[in-house]
T-cell receptor, first 116, second 109 residues
């Protein structure tokens, strides 16, 4: 099956710093990737749709200047949390669209961000 | 506001018992998916149902999609401790997923 990786798997940073999270599709090309955020004991909330070679589409309420998304190649999308604050602490999960008949999304293992 | 309502929120049963998780929405979806998520990991797709009234079986798991394509259920027969996890339903429209709040299932040995 298709594999999606994320790096790092966890990160701890100081308030005010920026953190970059990578999402890679390892054995398929993905023109579209998605970024989700999941708070403890809650469901996944879609943050943005990342499109290769074009600007990301952000969901309502998500600050595009705070959560910078770059989808520079068909196998890599990055999410940068700029000037992170403790309330940005969360589990960030990416997925990549497979292009199959069901347009299945394959999810990465997630990145745990803790902002001190 | 969650587009998809899941019930129950928590479920704790003994090994060997059956369980059913429900997923309801006022919206129609082109398809509906069920995922299972372990703590600290991403969700893993279990099944996609597309046709209203569809029933799919995967070993001890049975998935149903409502006739109107607004609701779905997941039934597990003879649950095992390995079935423990967070079960999420997700409605699919235009490649986007809208997740339900999830049902935490605990199967005690």
């Amino acid at each position: 099956g298709a594999v999606v990786s994320q790096h790092p798997s966890w990160v701890i940073c100081k308030s005010g710093t920026s953190v970059k999270i990578e999402c890679r599709s390892l054995d398929f090309q993905a023109t579209t990737m998605f970024w989700y955020r999941q708070f403890p004991k809650q469901s996944l909330m879609l943050m943005a749709t990342s499109n290769e070679g074009s600007k990301a589409t952000y969901e309502q309420g998500v600050e595009k200047d705070k959560f910078l998304i770059n989808h520079a190649s068909l196998t890599l999308s990055t999410l940068t949390v700029t000037s992170a604050h403790p309330e940005d602490s969360s589990f960030y999960i990416c997925s990549a669209l497979s292009g199959s008949s069901y347009n299945e999304q394959f999810f990465g293992p997630g990145t745990r961000l803790t902002v001190l | 506001t969650q587009l998809l309502e899941q019930s129950p929120q928590f479920l704790s049963i003994q090994e060997g018992e059956n369980l059913t998780v429900y997923c309801n929405s006022s919206s129609v979806f082109s398809s509906l998916q069920w995922y299972r998520q372990e703590p600290g990991e991403g969700p893993v797709l279990l099944v996609t149902v597309v046709t209203g009234g569809e029933v799919k079986k995967l070993k001890r798991l049975t998935f149903q999609f409502g006739d109107a394509r607004k609701d779905s259920s997941l039934h597990i027969t003879a649950a095992q401790p390995g079935d423990t996890g967070l079960y999420l339903c997700a409605g699919v429209n235009d490649y986007k997923l809208s997740f339900g709040a999830g049902t935490t299932v605990t199967v005690r040995a």
